[in-house]
């Protein structure tokens, strides 16, 4: 039977740094697993082989920009190479494709400035990427696209074309999950808000209480939006936040 025990801060501190340095060890290794060899010279053990029916060849292509038509006759190339389409989409299936925009608009933002080139150029996906992919699903049969990915705000959906791809793919799933980071900025603005001015000015001991009560009318908002969604033929999983 186990019982719960207290860490002191010195126990703490001592375990976070053992824990830290075996980290440092590991991660200082000269090892390169794209060659198979290890620093010591010995060599990585063989990957076991992929089951029946799986296929883990790749396409790969060079562009110097992003015209549509160049990347559609590209595309559908690289993937005719892997056997085409047929291969991975039947008839009303629902496909998720997984974007990539780390660090949100705050991190996109200063890209441009740090690097000389915008996000979209360098390590976010593109949106003509996506909405031509999202397309050539949908030619090849797709009954519904899913854009996915964990949006850090709405600004990083909507200020870099990814609204207007959601819309032309019909993708409500992201488009509320934008939604979702909006909501969750309000609530955290609130909570914040309510906090310091009780900490800070005493007198103000109803600013606490206000700023529940603001929450409970936006999370009741949020309850509602999820509710009416629910209730539509298309759930998206949520009606503004989850």
């Excluded at 824990?19 to 010591?40: I, M, Q």
């Amino acid at each position: 039977m186990m019982r719960n025990r207290h860490l002191s801060r010195r126990e703490f501190v001592a375990r976070m740094s053992a824990a830290a340095a075996a980290l440092a060890v590991g991660c200082g290794s000269d090892s390169n697993p794209l060659t198979g060899e290890v620093a010591d010279g010995g060599v990585l053990p063989t990957p076991d082989p992929l089951p029946p029916g799986m296929d883990a060849r790749v396409a790969t292509a060079n562009l110097t920009g992003y015209d549509t038509a160049a990347l559609r006759t590209t595309l559908r190339d690289m993937v005719d190479s892997l056997g085409g389409f047929g291969n991975l989409v039947s008839a009303g299936d629902k496909v998720g494709i997984k974007l990539n925009l780390t660090g949100g608009s705050g991190n996109a933002e200063s890209v441009p400035g740090r690097f000389g080139e915008p996000a979209a150029e360098l390590f976010w996906t593109h949106p003509e990427i996506v909405r031509v992919v999202g397309e050539m699903f949908k030619d090849a049969g797709a009954g519904r696209i899913v854009l996915m990915e964990a949006i850090y705000d709405e600004g990083s959906f909507y200020n870099y074309g990814f609204g207007e791809v959601a819309e032309a793919l019909d993708d409500a799933a992201l488009r509320a999950d934008a939604a979702c980071s909006r909501g969750c900025l309000e609530l955290s603005v609130v909570l914040l808000g309510g906090s310091l001015l009780y900490a800070f000015v005493p007198t103000l001991w109803w600013a606490d209480s206000i700023a529940a009560l603001v929450l409970a009318c936006l999370i009741a908002r949020e309850g509602v939006g999820a509710i009416r969604a629910s209730q539509k033929p298309e759930v998206t999983g949520c009606g503004g936040c989850c």
